[in-house]
């Protein structure tokens, strides 16, 4: 996810102007041949669906794979090998080797990690949750997705927090369509996280992608119905809600990466790569195998 900066933030209140596109006797029509809003928010074609269709496919299906690699004992370094050779396999790139400094391709984030774990030696305990984020570039298209594992069997607890943070993402997923905007997705992340008296964290947010990894505009995980730019059929972006049990503060360990609960509770983050159609949008990370987010701990139950 981006880092929130307070400068990309003056999005706010800015709508692109409703005289942008017309609705003429049922035809749309996208006129001034505009590719990009105000707020510099692409507008992608048809085709350019088909790209992120495939990028979204492939980091869903390592995502997939990589559940049957999660149990007590494996190190996290383990699992960011396979997903290298996943990468490999498929024919498509990390998009995270070498951004930044990064050298892996995944960041996996146990526990009261939030977010940018590195893989390392870390062997994972039963009872342990992890998110693992894996992006891919596939013909020059970036799919970014992310999900919650169990090695072994959760508690109750842990359980909870990832289906509220799970629930929580795809009731803001319900909430995209043109004419929405960019703050009802973050109210309903909000809403839905503190009315279980959980927290969504503030320093981290999605983000515009596409032909690049990370392009405006920030898409934050709380916020006001109604605010923020509108959304407009052909925006690319993700959504990706972390929520802490405790309270939303985080902080950055002395690795300048790995994002941490101030107050060392649980945290949990779903993360999809989407695109606004003419009347919802299309989920491009999907996982056709529906490993999204029935974790191995939901065979225990069932
Ligand atoms: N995939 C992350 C995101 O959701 C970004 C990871 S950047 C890395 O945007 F360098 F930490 F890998
Ligand atoms: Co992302
Ligand atoms: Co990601």
């Given at each position: 996810?981006?880092?929130?900066?307070?400068?990309?933030?003056?999005?706010?209140?800015?709508?692109?102007?409703?005289?942008?596109?017309?609705?003429?006797?049922?035809?749309?029509?996208?006129?001034?041949?505009?590719?990009?809003?105000?707020?510099?928010?692409?507008?992608?074609?048809?085709?350019?669906f088909?790209?992120?269709?495939?990028?979204?496919?492939?980091?869903?299906?390592?995502?997939?794979?990589?559940?049957?690699?999660?149990?007590?004992?494996?190190?996290?370094?383990?699992?960011?090998?396979?997903?290298?050779?996943?990468?490999?396999?498929?024919?498509?790139?990390?998009?995270?080797?070498?951004?930044?400094?990064?050298?892996?391709?995944?960041?996996?984030?146990?526990?009261?990690?939030?977010?940018?774990?590195?893989?390392?030696?870390?062997?994972?305990?039963?009872?342990?949750?992890?998110?693992?984020?894996?992006?891919?570039?596939?013909?020059?298209?970036?799919?970014?997705?992310?999900?919650?594992?169990?090695?072994?069997?959760?508690?109750?607890?842990?359980?909870?927090?990832?289906?509220?943070?799970?629930?929580?993402?795809?009731?803001?997923?319900?909430?995209?369509m043109p004419?929405?905007?960019?703050?009802?997705?973050?109210?309903?992340?909000?809403?839905?996280?503190?009315?279980?008296?959980?927290?969504?964290?503030?320093?981290?947010?999605?983000?515009?992608?596409?032909?690049?990894?990370?392009?405006?505009?920030?898409?934050?995980?709380?916020?006001?119905?109604?605010?923020?730019?509108?959304?407009?059929e052909g925006?690319?972006?993700?959504?990706?809600?972390?929520?802490?049990?405790?309270?939303?503060?985080?902080?950055?360990?002395?690795?300048?990466?790995?994002?941490?609960?101030?107050?060392?509770?649980?945290?949990?983050?779903?993360?999809?790569?989407?695109g606004v159609t003419e009347n919802g949008c299309e989920?491009?990370?999907?996982?056709?195998?529906?490993?999204?987010?029935?974790?191995?701990?939901?065979?225990?139950?069932?």
């Open positions: 996810m981006s880092t929130f900066s307070t400068g990309i933030l003056s999005l706010r209140g800015v709508g692109v102007a409703l005289c942008d596109r017309h609705h003429v006797e049922g035809i749309r029509l996208v006129i001034f041949g505009r590719s990009a809003t105000r707020e510099g928010i692409r507008l992608h074609s048809r085709e350019d088909a790209g992120m269709r495939t990028a979204g496919a492939v980091a869903a299906e390592i995502l997939d794979d990589l559940c049957d690699a999660v149990r007590p004992g494996v190190s996290t370094g383990e699992i960011d090998d396979l997903t290298r050779t996943m990468i490999e396999e498929r024919g498509a790139k990390s998009a995270t080797i070498g951004y930044r400094g990064y050298e892996h391709a995944s960041c996996i984030s146990v526990n009261h990690v939030v977010c940018h774990g590195i893989p390392g030696r870390k062997r994972l305990e039963d009872g342990d949750i992890l998110n693992i984020d894996v992006t891919v570039v596939v013909d020059g298209w970036y799919g970014d997705s992310s999900r919650m594992y169990v090695a072994g069997t959760a508690n109750r607890r842990a359980k909870r927090l990832m289906d509220v943070t799970h629930d929580a993402l795809m009731l803001a997923i319900g909430q995209i004419g929405n905007t960019f703050g009802d997705i973050g109210a309903a992340i909000q809403h839905h996280a503190e009315s279980h008296r959980m927290s969504v964290v503030r320093e981290f947010c999605g983000h515009g992608l596409g032909r690049e990894f990370h392009l405006p505009p920030n898409v934050v995980h709380f916020g006001r119905p109604g605010t923020g730019p509108t959304l407009i925006m690319f972006f993700t959504v990706e809600p972390m929520i802490n049990l405790g309270k939303p503060g985080t902080k950055i360990l002395q690795d300048n990466w790995t994002a941490v609960t101030r107050d060392r509770s649980l945290s949990a983050q779903y993360e999809h790569s989407v989920i491009f990370t999907l996982s056709s195998a529906d490993r999204f987010h029935p974790t191995n701990w939901r065979r225990d139950d069932a």
